[in-house]
């Protein structure tokens, strides 16, 4: 039930980890501000946004934690990520535009595209983060690919992950995705914090009709 963190980096190639290269990331107990996933963006930043981004951070773990506390993973059910996640994935090559990334992702009502490099995933990119991308450089997106671009870091689980597990680790570095992958390594699905969200709406009204 591993899960793994893929670091920025250029599309070259695929970016999905290796058990032998991979950097395993295991049980949450904090937030680790010291050593976060995006290692190029480590400048010192005492900014009101990036106070406000950690406080943020903070209390969503701190109440998801308060929560776990209550019901231990021990006496807590097991919940696989492979009953949760969206079957559906889309994906575009590196050579695409950003302006066509939005673009298919309008057209289909999503939030999250995988990026293929010869064939192989490169990278998992969302719509928020296309749009700052292009608010920070200042970029035409209808001339700029994802070629030359340092895509954000992602998860990847596999099917029987517990998403309990991996709840935590989006809250804990921000992160609105991870990315199912099968025993070959190929990718089967996604998780994001919108199926998390439809699943607490499904409990809550199940509870509110007992």
């Given at each position: 039930m591993a899960i793994f963190v893929s670091e920025p980096g250029r599309p070259i190639g695929t970016r999905l980890p290796e058990v032998f290269r991979g950097q395993r990331v295991?049980?949450?107990d904090e937030l680790n501000e010291s050593r976060?996933?995006?290692?190029?963006?480590?400048?010192e930043s005492g900014g009101i946004k990036d106070q406000a981004q950690r406080v943020i951070a903070?209390?969503?773990?701190?109440?998801?934690?308060?929560?776990?506390?209550?019901?231990?993973?021990?006496?807590?059910?097991?919940?696989?990520?492979?009953?949760?996640?969206?079957?559906?994935?889309?994906?575009?090559?590196?050579?695409?535009?950003?302006?066509?990334?939005?673009?298919e992702m309008e057209?289909?009502?999503?939030?999250?595209?995988?990026?293929?490099?010869?064939?192989?995933?490169?990278g998992l990119v969302d719509y928020k983060w296309i749009l700052q991308?292009?608010?920070e450089h200042q970029k035409n997106p209808a001339s700029q690919t994802f070629?030359?671009?340092?895509?954000?870091?992602?998860?990847?689980v596999t099917p029987e992950t517990d998403a309990h597990q991996l709840a935590r680790?989006?809250?804990?570095?921000?992160?609105?995705?991870?990315?199912?992958?099968?025993?070959?390594?190929?990718?089967?699905?996604?998780?994001?914090?919108?199926?998390f969200l439809r699943l607490y709406a499904n409990l809550s009204r199940h509870e509110g009709t007992v």
């Amino acid at each position: 039930m591993a899960i793994f963190v893929s670091e920025p980096g250029r599309p070259i190639g695929t970016r999905l980890p290796e058990v032998f290269r991979g950097q395993r990331v295991g049980t949450v107990d904090e937030l680790n501000e010291s050593r976060a996933i995006h290692e190029s963006r480590m400048e010192e930043s005492g900014g009101i946004k990036d106070q406000a981004q950690r406080v943020i951070a903070k209390r969503a773990f701190r109440e998801y934690g308060e929560q776990a506390a209550g019901n231990p993973d021990t006496a807590r059910a097991y919940l696989p990520v492979s009953r949760i996640c969206t079957p559906a994935l889309f994906s575009l090559p590196a050579t695409a535009t950003l302006a066509e990334a939005l673009m298919e992702m309008e057209e289909h009502s999503i939030h999250h595209l995988t990026i293929t490099a010869d064939g192989a995933v490169a990278g998992l990119v969302d719509y928020k983060w296309i749009l700052q991308w292009l608010f920070e450089h200042q970029k035409n997106p209808a001339s700029q690919t994802f070629t030359h671009i340092e895509l954000p870091a992602f998860l990847t689980v596999t099917p029987e992950t517990d998403a309990h597990q991996l709840a935590r680790l989006m809250l804990a570095h921000q992160l609105s995705a991870g990315l199912v992958i099968d025993s070959l390594g190929k990718p089967t699905g996604i998780v994001t914090s919108t199926d998390f969200l439809r699943l607490y709406a499904n409990l809550s009204r199940h509870e509110g009709t007992v």
